[in-house]
């Protein structure tokens, strides 16, 4: 499977600001998909991410929110706007592979104060 | 809502055989299952999938029931590292290839 990374790998920040998470492949990916997972909780998806279209977001989520970026085959980002405790999560991305298996980053610790 | 069922915590001694349930008694025809692991909120580990025969890797064994309502993820010899918390998930291999996590198994290996 193809190696998939995260920054920051965790970061504090203040409430009303905002945090872009970053996620790399070292391939080229069709499919990668955000999740949150609340402290203590199962993960959550945020939205899926195709490359050249528009993600696709999840119930509850919206894009205001949870701006994502997929630039191209390999690279994504989510942003977390005006930020505030309720957003202090692990946020993952996550990429499908063959067999159409996920295959997870390392997740990205947000503590917002 | 999730497409599974797993019992909230398990014990299991070291050198043991650790045997996981799930109950996904609503699983299409064109749905998998898969299971994945998640150590100290790392990001989850794929650890096998199958979609009706038992499926054997080096990590574990699968037992998918004949009517596809249920499963089991089996860990031949737990050690102290498979302590975490285990996810069962089904999804359809065509389409969104979402998935909907459960609340998972917090799997205790003991010494």
């Known amino acids: 499977s193809a190696v998939i990374s995260q920054k920051p790998s965790r970061d504090i920040c203040q409430r009303g600001t905002s945090l872009t998470i970053q996620c790399q492949v070292d391939?080229?990916?069709?499919?990668m998909f955000w999740y949150r997972q609340q402290p203590g909780q199962s993960l959550t998806l945020i939205a899926t991410?195709?490359?050249?279209?528009?993600?696709?977001?999840e119930s509850g989520f919206v894009i205001d929110k949870f701006p994502i970026s997929r630039p191209n085959l390999t690279f994504s980002t989510l942003t977390v706007s005006n930020m505030s405790p309720e957003d202090s999560s692990i946020y993952l991305c996550?990429?499908?592979?063959?067999?159409?298996?996920?295959?997870f980053g390392p997740g990205t610790r947000l503590l917002v104060l | 809502d999730a497409k599974t069922t797993q019992p909230t915590s398990m014990d299991c001694a070291e050198g043991r055989a650790a045997n996981l349930p799930c109950n996904h008694s609503t699983i299409s025809g064109n749905e998998y299952v898969y299971w994945y692991r998640q150590i100290h909120s790392q990001g989850p580990q794929y650890i096998i999938h199958?979609?009706?025969n038992n499926e054997t890797n080096e990590m574990a064994s699968l037992i998918i029931t004949e009517d596809r309502k249920s499963s089991t993820l089996i860990l031949p010899h737990a050690t102290l590292r498979d302590t975490a918390v285990y996810y069962c998930?089904?999804?359809?291999?065509?389409?969104?290839?979402?998935?909907?996590f459960g609340t998972g198994t917090r799997l205790k290996v003991l010494a």
């Open positions: 199958g979609l009706k």
């Open positions: 391939s080229q990916v069709t499919m």
């Open positions: 996550s990429y499908l592979g063959v067999q159409e298996t996920q295959y």
């Open positions: 991410a195709n490359q050249g279209s528009e993600a696709t977001y």
């Open positions: 998930i089904v999804t359809s291999t065509s389409g969104t290839y979402k998935y909907i």
